[in-house]
């Protein structure tokens, strides 16, 4: 079965800081990794995703995430925060092969940016 | 324009009650979902229809029933509805169910059951 695991509830920054969201995952051979993100009383956003290659992902809104296979991660930054940015992130993970039609969320972090 | 849509965007109804929520995308994507948010946040897939198969269809109660009429739209009806059912249910779509495509969300539903 696969997994996601975001350890932390919350995450709080001060605008113009690095920011980091921290996932872990687990999954039957190589994964499909996603993040999302959710604005208050909106559907999840697509910001980017890892298949294969580069260990570092460029997606929407200046965020950028890390892959590391020996430690299952896929940890989403952003080299300075803005307030805007306060939301709540979701990563996701999905096994390859047929059959692998399930998308799994861990639970969301919440990231305040504190102005 | 709206890539996925979903109506009606907040519906109170009381317990024991029928409900249909309506979802279309207009993305000619072949594969839908629906979510369900609880009221923590959590995401919990409950359906989804590739080319109008049912592929994926979790463990919820028989209550819930999920219909696609084409592959533009995935309709979510709940027969007698319950006060666990209130949450926020999501609609969403993909270019395929599997490997490495995103999917897109709708706007959300919210139930709330009195």
């Known amino acids: 079965a696969q997994s996601v695991a975001q350890p932390e509830d919350q995450v709080n920054v001060a605008e113009g800081n690095p920011l980091t969201v921290k996932c872990t995952y687990s999954v039957s051979g190589n994964p499909y990794l996603f993040w999302y993100v959710q604005y208050p009383n909106r559907g999840l956003q697509f910001l980017l995703k890892y298949i294969t290659g580069d260990n570092l992902v460029k997606g929407s809104y200046g965020f950028e995430a890390e892959f590391n296979k020996s430690q299952t991660s896929f940890h989403l930054k952003k080299p300075s925060a803005l307030v805007s940015d306060s939301a709540l992130y979701f990563c996701?993970?999905?096994?390859?092969?047929?059959?692998?039609?399930?998308?799994?969320f861990g639970k969301g972090t919440k990231l305040s940016v504190i102005p | 324009d709206t890539a996925v849509s979903q109506t009606p965007k907040y519906l109170v109804t009381q317990m024991g009650n029928d409900k249909s929520i309506k979802c279309e995308q207009n993305l000619g994507h072949d594969t839908m979902y629906w979510y369900k948010q609880d009221s923590k946040k959590f995401l919990k897939i409950m359906f989804s229809y590739n080319n109008k198969e049912l592929i994926i269809n979790e463990t919820v109660p028989n209550r819930f029933s999920p219909k696609s009429p084409d592959k533009a739209h995935l309709n979510l009806h709940i027969n007698s509805l319950e006060l666990g059912d209130s949450a926020v249910y999501f609609c969403?779509?993909?270019?395929?169910?599997?490997?490495?495509?995103?999917?897109?969300f709708g706007p959300g539903t919210r139930l709330t059951v009195t």
């Open positions: 996701a993970v999905r096994g390859p092969g047929a059959g692998s039609y399930q998308l799994t």
């Open positions: 969403a779509s993909s270019q395929g169910g599997q490997g490495a495509y995103e999917q897109y």
